[in-house]
């Protein structure tokens, strides 16, 4: 029986708000015990003093590009960063070729993550076949074979009957339905955010009502359906409203942001660099003070990273034409800490639980999210005040399209433990 020892940690649990300097013994796959003065023969030891011990984090929201483009990302690159990266889940988003719209391609994931990836990879299945929008997937199936969500991330759910259906059958299957809230009516394949900036830099807006018109659509169809709904990657202050009122009335809903959408608004993008082109597309100063807000109010529920590998080939071409997305499993945590801790708008406690408890709960992961006796034996350690310089050249994942190269941080992970082994270590 494997055993591991992290001695002297500031050991956070977010469930039961214990923050205390203790020691936990993990036996095998599981946490044994959290307490003080614990030892263990024969167990590996690892000295956590003046460090953070965590319960694992977990991202629901990354593109790992396997099956189908490869070349960008695979299960086992994604994983790598996502441990660097403090991660010990991540969800899968189902944007693959195929599409995970089907119990085989599910399978494949899974089979993929058993054999090459250092972290939990759960799958999230299509809500629309080829997620096309027009014909529901296989939504059963793919939660039998494992997908613990259904998304259609990367496109929205135009067609708002086919939402309606979506959501009876997830409730029936009690599976979360994420959306990308953008109703591309109204975004019309804007390139940035829709306001003065866009205008100043003659590129095609997307106005952020393209996202509160979806939000507020699906928002009246959980009414109907009671289905359980989470709001992918917010990023405007009256997205964040609706969810607001919606969670005060008692519906089932959840949100998250990303690390990106709380550290920059559009005015801070490089003019024409794509880096700084994803969507949602970075808001104005307002909506990104909101999202901070709304995080310190509790009405966001997690930080996802919507981690979004593109090759350089691709992300080197004119602003208009190379595609959304940016990685961000590597800076995460760094991000959120200048953002949320260090600025003093909510206790390290708090961001603890944006990244553990909060997308467990959602995503129904019972023994995970936690750290006490019996819980799965994920643990994040990091160093809340170390302060480094991020280099995307060092990445772990494949791609290198990241807004942040060359910042200086303050607060970095410092090992991962998935499943009672060491994966990761600075
Ligand atoms: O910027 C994005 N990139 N947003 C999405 O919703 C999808 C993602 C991707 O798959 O590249
Ligand atoms: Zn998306």
Request: proline share 5%; net charge negative; with cysteine.
């Amino acid at each position: 029986m494997a055993k591991l020892l992290i001695k002297n940690g500031r050991v956070m649990d977010p469930e039961t708000g214990h923050d205390q300097v203790a020691d936990i013994l993990i036996r095998d796959r599981y946490v044994v015990r959290v307490g003080q003065n614990l030892h263990a023969i024969a167990a590996t030891l690892f000295d956590a003093t003046g460090l953070v011990v965590a319960p694992g984090f977990i991202d629901m929201h990354v593109h790992l590009r396997e099956p189908g483009f490869e070349h960008a990302e695979t299960i086992e690159t994604g994983s790598r960063a996502a441990a660097g990266g403090g991660f010990t889940s991540v969800c899968a988003m189902p944007n693959t070729q195929p599409v995970n719209d089907d119990a085989t391609v599910t399978r494949y994931v899974l089979e993929r993550a058993a054999r090459s990836a250092v972290v939990n990879v759960f799958p999230i299945g299509a809500i629309t076949k080829n997620s096309a929008g027009q014909e529901l997937a296989a939504i059963g199936s793919m939660k039998n074979a494992g997908a613990v969500a259904i998304s259609d991330d990367g496109k929205p759910v135009m067609n708002s009957r086919v939402m309606r259906r979506a959501m009876e059958f997830a409730r029936v299957f009690d599976l979360p339905v994420i959306d990308h809230c953008e109703d591309l009516e109204l975004s019309a394949g804007g390139d940035m955010h829709e306001g003065l900036e866009s205008t100043r830099l003659g590129l095609k807006g997307s106005p952020g009502c393209a996202e509160d018109v979806m939000v507020a659509r699906d928002l009246l169809l959980v009414e109907v359906t009671g289905a359980r709904y989470h709001t992918a990657h917010v990023s405007t202050r009256r997205s964040l409203e609706l969810i607001r009122e919606a969670k005060a009335r008692g519906l089932p809903v959840s949100c998250e942001v990303t690390p990106h959408h709380l550290a920059l608004a559009d005015a801070d993008m490089i003019p024409y660099d794509s880096h700084y082109k994803m969507r949602p597309p970075l808001r104005s100063r307002q909506d990104v003070a909101a999202l901070a807000d709304g995080v310190a109010a509790g009405v966001v529920d997690a930080i996802a990273t919507d981690h979004a590998p593109h090759p350089g080939s691709e992300k080197m071409q004119e602003f208009e034409r190379c595609p959304h997305g940016v990685i961000g499993l590597e800076t995460a945590l760094a991000v959120a800490l200048q953002v949320l801790v260090h600025s003093g708008r909510i206790p390290l406690m708090r961001l603890v639980e944006l990244f553990t408890l909060g997308p467990a709960r959602i995503l129904g992961l019972a023994s995970r999210g936690r750290l006490s006796a019996g819980m799965a034996a994920d643990v994040t350690i990091f160093d809340p005040d170390v302060e480094w310089t991020y280099d995307v050249n060092r990445s772990l994942c494949k791609a290198r399209n990241s807004p942040f190269d060359g910042r200086k941080f303050r607060g970095a992970p410092v090992a991962t433990v998935v499943g009672g082994r060491i994966v990761w270590q600075r």
